[in-house]
């Protein structure tokens, strides 16, 4: 059995093409899509975060909104860069968002990807500390974030407070339990996804990653899961973590679907640099008629390897026709599969 849900990237476009032509129109078509997708047996709802993008970009009033509107589908993010956020403020915000759908969030954080405009985060009013990176400094927030959700007392209250406070030390409201290991970080290479196991995350991992051996993307993919669950066990966890990745996957059952993805021109892995030092590797998509897609995805290692799948949807294309591209996964490829 694998978990299957859906990650939405939220463009929008003013393009008569496009059928989200306005954050509006995005922001309440993700929640539409969240509610069909549970309705169809989909697992969870997951979205990105860019910022300065004509995407989503402030998860948490998306991920409350989602919550209140369903009642089982996981609901999360692929992922929320560190760089820009407020560790405290974010773990009142997650932890809001986590009670109101009832202890669904999976919320997936990263250092982040490359960006709309040059170090962006520092209009947010963060810069990295003398002698560290950018990176140095999203995996700082996220340690105190993670710190900060165990829900332990660290503020001395004030002896004459306005309202009267709980013996010791507070900590910040509304804690959640449970939600400190259902936090994913985002991994683009195999020592990142070790850190990942050593800080008690559940590894996420995306259709691109450092290109660090020259071998097919899957394999590498398979392979940092690998290194991810050895470095899980050598830390000692108790729990068993869960591993994600992401893939654009279109099974063709009419014309339709032929017209869109039918000669889709990415059937093979793409190697290219996201910055002027990061060599990459992006995976494949998939689309075919099912008993074609369902051969080729039983050679996928990494997809084999997850206990999740996120599929990548086409958002600008509607609610009701990214519903059908779920559904046809859930029941036409995902059993043969064994996923279901």
């Given at each position: 059995m694998k978990k299957?849900?859906?990650?939405?990237?939220?463009?929008?476009s003013p393009s008569p093409q496009s059928g989200t032509?306005?954050?509006?129109?995005?922001?309440?078509q993700s929640i539409d899509l969240a509610v069909a997708a549970e309705e169809l047996g989909a697992d969870g709802a997951y979205f990105r975060v860019h910022h300065f993008a004509r995407q989503l970009a402030?998860?948490?009033?998306?991920?409350?909104?989602?919550?209140?509107?369903?009642?089982?589908?996981?609901?999360?993010?692929?992922?929320?860069?560190?760089r820009y956020e407020n560790p405290l403020y974010m773990v009142?915000?997650?932890?809001?968002a986590d009670i109101i759908s009832g202890g669904r969030l999976q919320l997936g954080i990263s250092r982040g990807s490359p960006e709309q405009v040059i170090d962006g985060w520092r209009h947010f009013g963060y810069a990295p500390a003398e002698g560290q990176t950018d990176a140095d400094m999203g995996r700082r927030h996220?340690?105190?974030?993670?710190?900060?959700?165990?829900?332990e007392g660290f503020a001395k209250p004030n002896p004459r407070p306005m309202f009267p406070n709980p013996p010791g030390l507070l900590r910040l409201e509304p804690f959640s339990a449970g939600l400190r290991e259902r936090i994913w970080w985002g991994a683009g290479s195999n020592a990142t996804a070790r850190w990942a196991a050593k800080m008690g995350m559940n590894l996420q991992s995306s259709t691109l990653k450092d290109d660090e051996t020259g071998e097919p993307f899957h394999i590498q993919q398979a392979k940092q899961i690998e290194a991810f669950r050895e470095a899980w066990k050598e830390a000692g966890h108790e729990r068993t973590p869960r591993v994600s990745v992401s893939r654009s996957i279109f099974a063709i059952m009419d014309d339709r679907d032929r017209a869109y993805f039918g000669r889709s021109g990415q059937d093979r892995d793409q190697v290219g640099f996201i910055d002027e030092n990061t060599r990459a590797i992006f995976g494949r998509s998939y689309a075919a008629e099912p008993d074609a897609l369902i051969a080729e995805l039983k050679q996928d290692e990494?997809?084999?390897?997850a206990d999740t799948l996120l599929l990548t949807v086409p958002n600008q294309l509607g609610v009701d026709y990214n519903a059908h591209v779920i559904e046809a996964i859930l029941k036409h490829v995902a059993p043969a599969l064994g996923w279901r």
């Open positions: 299957i849900g859906f990650l939405s990237f939220g463009h929008w032509r306005s954050a509006s129109d995005t922001l309440l402030s998860p948490f009033p998306l991920l409350a909104a989602v919550g209140a509107k369903t009642k089982r589908i996981e609901i999360g993010t692929g992922v929320i860069d560190m009142e915000d997650a932890g809001a996220a340690e105190v974030f993670l710190d900060v959700l165990r829900g990494a997809v084999a390897a």
